[in-house]
Nanobody
């Protein structure tokens, strides 16, 4: 089992920045691919960013490329999502998720077996 806890969400004005954290426990952290997803009100959950287990290869949704940066600190069992130039359309609950898959598209929710409870990000215009 893997437990994931997100933090760092909040209420910010457009153009501001946040850093979300995803702390993991229960399994060797370095063996986990970690993804960030978000779900806005009345919308489906969508992929935001992901980072692979070993090489730390990163993937981003087109809508966030250049503004979001995902990174991991294996010593702290934590993945970060640095967000800058926030827009009102970034308002959503942000979830981190863990995948032990050895292959597959990390943009797909089906690849992730473990999910956190989410952290709310609200961006005012």
């Amino acid at each position: 089992q893997v437990q994931l806890t997100e933090s760092g969400g909040g209420f910010v004005q457009a153009g501001g920045s946040l850093r979300l954290s995803c702390a993991a426990s229960g399994r060797t952290f370095s063996s986990l691919n970690i993804g960030w997803f978000r779900q806005a009100h009345d919308k489906e959950r969508e992929f935001v960013a992901a980072i692979t287990r070993s090489a730390g290869v990163t993937y981003y949704a087109d809508s966030v490329t250049g503004r979001f940066t995902i990174s991991r600190d294996n010593a702290k069992n934590t993945v970060y999502l640095q967000i800058k130039s926030l827009k009102p359309e970034d308002t959503a609950i942000y979830y981190c998720a863990a995948s032990t898959a050895l292959a597959g598209d990390l943009k797909e929710t089906i690849l992730y077996a473990y999910w956190g409870q989410g952290t709310q990000v609200t961006v005012s215009s």
